[in-house]
């Protein structure tokens, strides 16, 4: 690589810089070209040189050109999302495979089957043609192993990955699945991987026994280079010293792998710990770590496993841990989707006729946090219809303009959205479907502009509420109001004044191109939002958790009272209970409920009755 050095840096910062070198044990030599100063230096692959451009006495770091010349970055800067069937690996959801080591019998896969389509699992896995330590190992059922494996995907929605040894199995593997295995055994068999990179298949490829990062992603390069860009990389453990886990998980694999290539990077905890306790506590760290998704052995009786028994979960430890790793998930940015399956299914028809594509209409532009909830919620293949207010979104779906709206309704640090709680009672349209955000509020500015010199602050003003803490140390600067952080933000980058910052989301500083001085301003990092999918109808037939109703209660000492006896008695648990005072009415409120019941099913109605005789008004919002 090439450091230039800045024309009036002092010795004791290129000194500083030769050390950092050494500490790296690179080699350098100087140049100086027409008065310039350079360092060239020699480099690794996957080194960050992240230290250097920091340096002080750094003005540019130019890195060697990619020896990934397809997987790596530079080439590619934008994520590469893998789809197998209506599943995306490496998009906003976190993708989760499950299922038995290896096909054993048509009862058994369907069995495990069931449980990883209940519990969340996103794509059944099992073996057909089993790679074995030993020869007189189980080998796999083969051909009658993959027939079992699509009749699975045909039950139950899931779409298949399994193992592929060898090129021979090309033909009936294309025939019977949606994904193929490459595992780790033959991370280095090149004619497999020219093979898989010849298919019209995605590939998931598993780290090498003891391969390296640069080993593995230049096998990756082979599938690529030879036309099938679909692929997502597994880490699954490497062989150390270590005995007491069946190999040693390496999880800074993930940071490493996502900053050298655009591919998906997934977890297997399962073969890399080799022991069922193991499991959950790594695959919890990986999501953490940045996964995009994790592959799981799971079997209904282990013990009777034909592989791997003693390292499959039991289906509702599995289930356990997608409860886990759905609350970890939005800390990171991300989003476990127990409906994915019903939900691409229903989202592919649109109720506004042929040739429409699919919409959800948000406020705002790309930047606002209600177009990443869209994207966590429905996937990349809705189109985002971009309108100026909350009100919009309602018109939008109400006129049929939009399938789906999506609202905030609750902020954890600032309490409710009441104008879109009021507009739920007027409008008739239904709460279906509820995603939470974690919401980082970055300050931005152009690079021209330091912190000492900001003296304007841009953002909407429940966003000025939400980083008070932050602002109050800044008690100089002027904040103007904008309609949202994107707008923020662009205001910004148009205005280029050099006193001009903005608080705005990670995702509009990048997209304007913006500097960030300082990330995570909100009060409290625990700053969630919840948000809204509202449309005329229900997503999908599927069971509901939760609904949303509001009502008005007579004015008589003890209503209110009667009202939550009724849901008391019936054990239903509320989980919001927030009243607001009746537009035009003085000191008259309404309560906003949300329960953990669907008020719609048949078994919930004689609760519902006694609701609507106990109360003046009632509407339900919606079950999701
Ligand atoms: C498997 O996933 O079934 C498997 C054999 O894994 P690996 O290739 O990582 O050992
Ligand atoms: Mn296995």
Redesign the pocket.
């Given at each position: 690589m090439i450091i230039v050095l800045k024309k009036d840096l002092a010795d004791t910062e290129k000194q500083e810089i030769l050390l950092a070198l050494r500490a790296e044990g690179l080699p350098c030599t100087e140049m100086q070209p027409r008065g310039g100063a350079l360092l060239v230096a020699g480099s690794r692959p996957g080194l960050d040189v992240g230290f250097l451009q920091t340096m002080s006495g750094v003005s540019e770091v130019i890195p060697d050109k990619s020896v990934f010349r397809l997987t790596g970055r530079e080439q590619h800067p934008e994520d590469t999302i893998v789809k197998v069937g209506s599943v995306a690996i490496g998009g906003e959801r976190i993708a989760v495979i499950a299922g038995p080591?290896?096909v054993e019998s048509r009862e058994q896969a369907l069995t495990v089957a069931r449980a990883v389509r209940r519990f969340g699992g996103v794509i059944f896995?099992g073996?057909a043609f089993?790679?074995r330590s030993s020869p007189y190992s189980f080998q796999g059922l083969g051909e009658e192993g993959l027939k079992i494996l699509a009749e699975i995907r045909a039950e139950t929605g899931l779409p298949i990955v399994s193992?592929i040894t060898s090129p021979e199995q090309a033909e009936i593997m294309l025939k019977y699945v949606d994904m193929l295995?490459v595992?780790?055994?033959?991370m280095q068999n090149f004619e497999l991987l020219k093979c898989v990179g010849r298919l019209d298949r995605p590939v998931m490829l598993?780290r090498g026994?003891s391969a390296t990062i640069e080993e593995w992603l230049m096998s990756a390069e082979y599938i690529l280079s030879e036309g099938n860009g679909q692929v997502v990389i597994?880490e699954?453990g490497i062989r150390t010293y270590e005995p007491y886990t069946r190999n040693t998980l390496d999880l800074s694999a993930i940071p490493v792998v996502k900053k050298l290539t655009h591919l998906p990077i997934i977890v297997?905890p399962?073969?890399a710990t080799g022991m069922r306790e193991k499991v959950a506590p790594m695959a919890r760290a990986a999501v953490a770590a940045g996964a995009d998704g994790l592959?799981i052995?799971v079997h209904h009786d282990p013990a009777r496993a034909v592989s791997?028994g003693q390292q499959s979960l039991y289906p509702e430890q599995f289930g356990d841990l997608m409860r886990d790793i759905y609350v970890i998930a939005p800390v990171v940015g991300k989003q476990v989707d127990f409906h994915y399956l019903e939900k691409a299914k229903a989202v592919s028809v649109t109720e506004r006729g042929a040739g429409a594509r699919r919409s959800v209409a948000i406020a705002g532009e790309p930047g606002v946090p209600d177009h990443k909830a869209s994207l966590q919620y429905f996937g990349e293949e809705l189109e985002a219809v971009e309108t100026d207010s909350y009100r919009e979104v309602f018109e939008s779906v109400s006129g049929e303009d939009s399938d789906y709206g999506l609202i905030p309704l609750e902020h954890s640090l600032t309490g409710s959205v009441h104008e879109n709680y009021d507009m739920l009672i007027e409008y008739d349209l239904r709460i279906v479907g509820e995603i939470t955000l974690r919401i980082v509020h970055c300050l931005v500015s152009t690079p021209a502009t330091k912190l000492a010199g900001v003296r304007r602050v841009h953002s909407e003003p429940t966003v000025f509420r939400h980083c008070d803490r932050f602002l109050e140390t800044h008690p100089e600067w002027d904040r103007v109001a904008a309609q949202d952080v994107a707008r923020a933000a662009r205001r910004v980058k148009e205005r280029g004044e050099p006193g001009d910052a903005a608080i705005t989301t990670p995702e509009a500083a990048d997209l304007f191109g913006l500097q960030v001085l300082e990330e995570g301003v909100e009060t409290n990092p625990r700053n969630y939002t919840r948000f809204a999918v509202i449309a005329k109808n229900p997503i999908a037939d599927s069971p509901k958790r939760k609904s949303s109703i509001v009502y008005q209660v007579p004015d008589r000492p003890g209503a209110l009272l009667e009202t939550l006896k009724i849901f008391a008695d019936n054990k239903v648990n509320l989980v919001k209970l927030e009243s607001r005072p009746v537009a035009g009415r003085p000191w008259e409120y309404m309560f906003y409920v949300d329960l953990e019941a669907d008020v719609e099913a048949a078994d919930f109605s004689p609760v519902l009755e006694q609701l609507i005789t106990h109360t003046d008004y009632l509407k339900i919002l919606g079950s999701y």
């Open positions: 080591c290896a896995r073996g089993k790679p193992e295995q595992g780790a055994r033959n598993k026994l597994c699954r297997d399962s073969h592959m052995e791997d």
